[in-house]
Antibody, heavy 124, light 106 residues
Framework: QVQLEQSGAEVKEPGSSVKVSCKASGGSFSSDLFAWVRQAPGQGLEWVGG????????HYAQMLQGRVTITADESASTAYLEVTDLQSEDTAVYYC?????????????????WGQGTLVTVSS | DIQMTQSPSTLSASVGDRVTITCRASENINNWLAWYQQKPGKAPKVLIYKVSTLQSGVPSRFSGSGSGTEFTLTISSLQPDDFATYYCQQYNSYSTFGQGTKVEIK
């Protein structure tokens, strides 16, 4: 049974950093895509980026490039999202999502499995 | 990045109504399109992928169609459990979500 367990809520000051974790169980960790999707209060879903641990190369949404780092630790079956230089606009629920490879060539993933979400609040 | 535009933003409907939501991509996404349902305080749930393939366990009143840049999600007979927000997602080039369509009770 595929499950994703995320770390707990965080409150951070503007200009600081946050690192959120997503521990996976079931399935094949190294060949699956792990993505991060955020949702600001009352707003829609925004893709932040993703990583396939097998290839260890992350891809990021253009808007957040430079402030976001996604990594994966295969030994711990855990993916991480770090956001630096936090601003109030980064206040959101951050979801970890596990991709299903629809094309079979590591290119096209929809998200059948989601974590419970981690609320990151940026406030002074 | 590929942009996804959904319409309408809000839709008021009654139980039993046929409901259609439209999603337009800024370029051809080669039918790599999924639809999600989200309820308040919960993670999204995938309903349909590859334009029209129903995810396991999803009721058959949900259906998807379209190609190229224009896609639709149809709920054939709206049920009380269907009042929620719906998002389209392109996964042709990384990923982008539409801005969402809230289906509310009329």
């Amino acid at each position: 049974q595929v499950q994703l367990e995320q770390s707990g809520a965080e409150v951070k000051e503007p200009g600081s950093s946050v690192k959120v974790s997503c521990k996976a169980s079931g399935g094949s960790f190294s060949s699956d895509l792990f993505a991060w999707v955020r949702q600001a209060p009352g707003q829609g879903l925004e893709w932040v980026g993703g990583i396939i641990p097998l290839f260890a190369t992350a891809h990021y949404a253009q808007m957040l490039q430079g402030r976001v780092t996604i990594t994966a630790d295969e030994s711990a079956s855990t993916a991480y999202l770090e956001v630096t230089d936090l601003q109030s606009e980064d206040t959101a629920v951050y979801y970890c999502a596990r991709g299903t490879d629809d094309s079979g060539d590591y290119d096209n993933y929809f998200f059948a499995y989601w974590g419970q979400g981690t609320l990151v609040t940026v406030s002074s | 990045d590929i942009q996804m535009t959904q319409s309408p933003s809000t839709l008021s409907a009654s139980v039993g109504d046929r409901v259609t939501i439209t999603c337009r991509a800024s370029e051809n996404i080669n039918n790599w399109l999924a639809w999600y349902q989200q309820k308040p305080g919960k993670a999204p749930k995938v309903l349909i992928y590859k334009v029209s393939t129903l995810q396991s366990g999803v009721p058959s009143r949900f259906s998807g169609s379209g190609s190229g840049t224009e896609f639709t999600l149809t709920i054939s007979s709206l049920q009380p459990d269907d009042f929620a927000t719906y998002y389209c997602q392109q996964y042709n080039s990384y990923s982008t979500f539409g801005q969402g369509t809230k289906v509310e009770i009329k």
